[in-house]
């Protein structure tokens, strides 16, 4: 879906110009599925990109939106503040210093997602001193049945909520994504008992991923964060990392109380 320019807001005496600006900006970002660029945002709100490059800058400083290595605009966490209905989610600012010490700790890559309806949006990265890594994943969006991060959040949703996404398409093209619903339903059930989740190449081939849940006073997941990497370094069945989830999830719970206001 795309916001039709002819919907641009005209300043009035009574307004300020730029935060209509900005939020028109938002809305674009909003009604699209799929990120865009600073030049595309500026055709579709008929801005001139000077002017939609600072209002993204702006917006990304409050994490309303993300930016990721190619310079694609996405929502960011920090449109969960704009509404009581749901649990306030970290900004992207607020998870970095944890992925950082996620990285000094393991010396793999870091990464945070937070709850995007039927996808998981991944708001913060930070990559390991590594001459091989994966690539950034900021701004990404993916089903939440294909990744480590997602299955973390999924194990969160009510069951009404979760038995709907079971019933819907689960096609993934990856080597060895989990599409059979109950099996994922059963998956789902015993990483609420475990606290954590392996994605073994169920995104795209090479790639592994283990994350946790980050929550919130209450024990409600507000994000999931963790180790995304090549397979040939991350995998649940090499036997020096068979205390991993353990160490991941007593650091984030450590780390947890310095990031979350409810």
């Known amino acids: 879906?795309?916001?039709d320019v002819e919907h641009k807001p005209s300043p009035s005496r009574d307004t300020v110009s730029v935060v209509e600006r900005a939020f028109f900006v938002l809305q674009v970002v909003a009604a699209e599925p799929?990120?865009?660029?600073v030049r595309e945002l500026a055709r579709r709100t008929d801005l001139p990109p000077a002017t939609v490059l600072r209002l993204v800058r702006t917006l990304e400083a409050l994490g309303m939106v993300a930016r990721r290595a190619g310079g694609l605009v996405s929502l960011g966490p920090g449109v969960a503040t704009l509404t009581a209905a749901g649990?306030?989610?970290?900004?992207?600012?607020r998870l970095m210093p944890l992925l950082g010490r996620i990285v000094d700790t393991f010396a793999e890559g870091a990464t945070a997602g937070i709850d995007d309806g039927d996808t998981t949006l991944f708001v913060a990265h930070v990559a390991p001193v590594s001459a091989v890594q994966i690539a950034d994943v900021t701004g990404d969006r993916w089903p939440a049945h294909t990744t480590a991060s997602g299955i973390v959040l999924m194990s969160g949703w009510i069951d009404d909520r979760l038995d709907a996404y079971l019933d819907g398409d689960l096609d993934w093209s990856a080597p060895n994504t989990m599409t059979d619903p109950a099996l994922l339903g059963?998956?789902?059930d015993q990483v609420r008992t475990d606290g954590y989740a392996w994605s073994v190449e169920e995104l795209v081939a090479d790639a592994t991923g283990l994350a946790v849940p980050l929550r919130n006073s209450q024990g409600t997941i507000v994000a999931a964060v963790g180790l995304y990497a090549p397979t040939y370094r991350l995998h649940p069945e090499l036997a020096h990392l068979a205390d991993l989830?353990?160490?991941?999830?007593?650091?984030?719970?450590?780390?947890?109380?310095?990031l979350i206001s409810d």
């Open 1 to 3: 879906m795309s916001l």
């Open 34 to 37: 799929e990120s865009l660029g």
């Open 87 to 93: 649990p306030r989610v970290p900004t992207a600012e």
């Open 186 to 188: 059963s998956r789902i």
């Open 245 to 258: 989830p353990h160490r991941l999830i007593d650091l984030v719970d450590r780390l947890t109380p310095s």
